[in-house]
């Protein structure tokens, strides 16, 4: 027997937490009654449903790195036929992208079906390190340390650390590391600056790295990225069931 929010998020729906509220809304039900907050089931042999369509717990998780190319849209599907990530990756299981990445940028871009491993890595605590590759315009040795200044964002102040990595009289590249997840972030704190973006490469997200991945090439997680998804959740959950 499992506790029906661990059964919800291990089929990828939500993490447990949000499956809590599932459950109060009173949209989860097993064997036809309503669920309680604290009812557990058996995945084998009851029947879980979620706004009365059956939830497969014993699904298989998945999880993937794909090398976005510049020029995808980061969705499942587009009502104006751009090309877009569903179009790269074939797999049997339902994924999602995980966390923005816009059209114009490119890189790592994470793809699960777990829900709480998703809600874990795009929650706005800030817990988890974004860092990308950022090439700008002419030779930014000077002022480049402008993006390290604190940035209002939607409401949040937004702080980046920054690193030049090289600089030529035609363009710098830097290293721009974020915790937070704000809508097209870096190219708004660039343009506040007069900054000419010229390429934006996500490289890592906390320990998942891009590595040598071709461009739209896309791989399963390693072992060692596995158990970094493990460490996540134990340091998340706590004492949670």
């Known amino acids: 027997m499992e506790r029906l929010q661990k059964?919800?998020?291990?089929?990828?729906i939500c993490s447990r937490r949000d499956a809590e509220e599932l459950i109060r809304s009173g949209r989860v039900a097993v064997n036809g009654v309503t669920a309680v907050l604290g009812q557990k089931a058996d995945p084998l042999n009851d029947l879980v449903t979620l706004d009365g369509r059956r939830v497969n717990p014993g699904?298989?998780?998945?999880?993937?790195v794909l090398n976005k190319p510049a020029g995808v849209v980061t969705t499942l599907s587009?009502?104006?036929?751009?090309?877009?990530?569903?179009?790269?990756?074939?797999?049997?299981s339902r994924v999602f992208p995980?966390?923005?990445?816009?059209?114009?940028?490119?890189?790592?871009?994470?793809?699960?079906?777990?829900?709480?491993?998703?809600h874990i890595m795009e929650h706005p605590s800030g817990s988890v390190e974004k860092e990308y590759l950022v090439r700008l315009k002419g030779d930014r040795t000077q002022d480049h340390a402008k993006l390290s200044q604190p940035f209002e964002l939607d409401g949040a102040t937004v702080r980046?650390?920054?690193?030049?990595?090289?600089?030529?009289?035609?363009?710098s590249l830097l290293s721009v590391t974020l915790t937070e997840g704000k809508n097209r972030e870096i190219r708004r704190m660039c343009s506040h600056l007069g900054?000419?973006?010229?390429?934006?490469?996500?490289?890592?997200e906390g320990e998942i790295r891009?590595?040598?991945?071709k461009s739209g090439?896309?791989?399963?997680?390693?072992?060692?990225?596995?158990?970094?998804?493990?460490k996540l959740k134990r340091e998340r959950d706590g004492s949670i069931e």
Request: charged residues 35%; aromatic residues 8%; positive net charge.
């Open 7 to 12: 059964l919800l998020s291990a089929a990828g």
């Open 59 to 64: 699904g298989r998780l998945e999880y993937l």
């Open 78 to 92: 587009d009502e104006k036929g751009r090309k877009c990530v569903k179009d790269l990756v074939r797999t049997r």
């Open 98 to 118: 995980v966390g923005r990445l816009d059209m114009y940028s490119e890189g790592l871009l994470i793809l699960t079906n777990d829900g709480e491993f998703a």
């Open 160 to 171: 980046a650390r920054v690193r030049l990595l090289s600089a030529t009289p035609e363009n």
């Open 195 to 204: 900054f000419h973006v010229l390429q934006i490469r996500r490289i890592r």
């Open 210 to 213: 891009l590595g040598d991945l």
């Open 217 to 230: 090439a896309w791989r399963h997680f390693t072992d060692k990225e596995l158990e970094y998804i493990d």
